[in-house]
């Protein structure tokens, strides 16, 4: 019976280390987020998701299934990781404009940070038609909710104290002014994101603040619709 010709070598080739489930997968979602947000759901292959995460495709496939159910993971991973970072930098004990301050700031600092994470999420899942682009408008309903939360606490004290749905409106107008200006920065990266968070901040609360007050504008029209509560 022959011996194995490894057992004879002086310096037998080591076996490579048994990694955790988890630190396997997020070295796919590390690669694949790469990947997709460069190149797009049709045009990412898992040949190069698999060089750039240094796995091999079955391994791949065993831990995050198909290229579909990949990029699925991946949206599901990054979105939550920047409502996860908003949410947490929000304060509740300090005051509600000292709050949305904070959550605007982390969210367009995250965005410097992780650029292909917001690409992903931003461009490539609305995109990519479905299923991705449930993904992602499940995402901004979150942040839409998010944000209409912090609104409405803003107006617990004031002269009509609202709900957070009646926020949902205001919300969704902040979230999308956020994702146009992301756009806009995009084209000019001279910006800081301390700079942009500001100017958002003063759009959005310079006005927001009349309504904490009980002021709000109206055209002088006769035809003027009534007020929504």
């Known amino acids: 019976m022959q011996s194995d010709p490894d057992d004879h070598e002086e310096n037998p080739r080591p076996r490579s280390r048994r990694l955790p489930r988890s630190v396997r997968e997020r070295q796919i979602l590390d690669a694949a987020v790469e990947v997709y947000a460069a190149r797009g759901f049709h ?67 995250y965005v410097q940070r992780n650029r292909a994470s917001w690409t992903l999420v931003h461009r490539q899942a609305a995109a990519g038609g479905e299923p991705f682009a449930t993904e992602f408008g499940q995402w901004r309903e979150r942040a839409v909710v998010l944000i209409a939360t912090l609104l409405a606490r803003a107006t617990e004290n004031a002269v009509r104290p609202m709900q957070v749905q009646q926020m949902e409106p205001f919300a969704a107008a902040l979230v999308g002014a956020g994702e146009s200006l992301l756009d806009w920065w995009i084209e000019h990266p001279e910006h800081t994101a301390d700079g942009l968070a500001m100017r958002l901040m003063n759009l959005a609360w310079m006005g927001f603040g009349d309504l904490v007050e009980g002021r709000s504008w109206a055209p002088a029209s006769s035809e003027a619709p009534a007020n929504e509560d």
């Open 43 to 109: 045009l990412a292959s898992m040949d190069e998701i698999s060089e750039v995460a240094g796995i091999s495709k079955p391994m791949i496939y065993a831990y995050l299934g198909s290229k579909e159910e990949l990029f699925v993971a991946c949206i599901q991973r990054e979105a939550n990781r920047l409502i996860e970072a908003i949410g947490t930098a929000v304060d509740p004990e300090v005051t509600p404009d000292e709050q949305l301050w904070r959550g605007l700031r982390v969210f367009f600092d």
